[in-house]
């Protein structure tokens, strides 16, 4: 398994702010992965972080909204920016032990409310 | 039309029933599926998975898969109020490095 810490565990933010969420894990990765879960909603993959390349975005997500950093095998961040209410969820930060998906493991969310 | 469509639930059913939560899903390259369970306030955790279609069982927990039909189901016997929890299936196409695609989630309490 591995154990992954996220900060902060939960956030109130005033809209048009910029709050960055920070993941880190107990063993090197190479893949890390940021999820969105909104209320009563599925987990929704924003994108996908390898270390020493630029992060790949879903559809529907953009870099300039979602920047993501990827420094070393053990850390990332995921920054929301100029936040809206629509913004309010929760952030997931994933890592992957296997190549197709069967070693996944979470971090316990960044509970986000924009107001 | 979501890929993967879960009954959201939620599910009251009373100590030591036999729990069933399905999801069918439409994206016929779905090869790995997976069984994720979350307590509140806390991030998913892995119970199992299965490969193509068959059964796979781990202690109380019984995982079913149908690709003919694009269903799988879990199965939770003897149920406990431990058990109650968000339930998530997901599934990966196996070449997608990792990227898994999520289930609404079934909302399952079990009461004493």
């Known amino acids: 398994s591995a154990v992954i810490s996220q900060k902060p565990s939960r956030d109130i933010c005033q809209r048009g702010t910029s709050l960055t969420i920070q993941c880190q894990v107990d063993?090197?990765?190479?893949?890390m992965f940021w999820y969105r879960q909104q209320p009563g909603q599925s987990l929704t993959l924003i994108a996908t972080?390898?270390?020493?390349?630029?992060?790949?975005?879903e559809s529907g997500f953009v870099i300039d909204k979602f920047p993501i950093s990827r420094p070393n095998l053990t850390f990332s961040t995921l920054t929301v920016s100029n936040m809206s209410p629509e913004d309010s969820s929760i952030y997931l930060c994933?890592?992957?032990?296997?190549?197709?998906?069967?070693?996944?493991?979470f971090g316990q969310g960044t509970r986000l409310t924009v107001v | 039309q979501k890929e993967v469509e879960q009954d959201p639930g939620p599910l009251s059913v009373p100590e030591g029933a036999i729990v069933s939560l399905n999801c069918t899903y439409s994206?016929?390259?779905?090869?790995?599926f997976m069984w994720y369970r979350q307590y509140s306030r806390k991030g998913p955790e892995l119970l199992m998975y299965?490969?193509?279609?068959g059964n796979k069982e781990d202690g109380r927990f019984t995982a079913q898969v149908d690709k003919s039909s694009k269903y799988i189901s879990l199965f939770i016997r003897d149920s406990q109020p431990s058990d109650s929890a968000t339930y998530l299936c997901?599934?990966?196409?196996?070449?997608?490095?990792?990227?898994?695609?999520f289930g609404q989630g079934t909302i399952l309490t079990v009461h004493p």
């Open positions: 994933s890592v992957e032990r296997s190549t197709v998906g069967t070693e996944a493991f």
């Open positions: 994206n016929s390259a779905f090869q790995y």
């Open positions: 972080a390898n270390q020493g390349s630029e992060a790949t975005y």
């Open positions: 063993s090197q990765v190479t893949m």
């Open positions: 299965t490969y193509s279609s």
């Open positions: 997901a599934m990966s196409g196996g070449t997608s490095y990792g990227k898994l695609t």
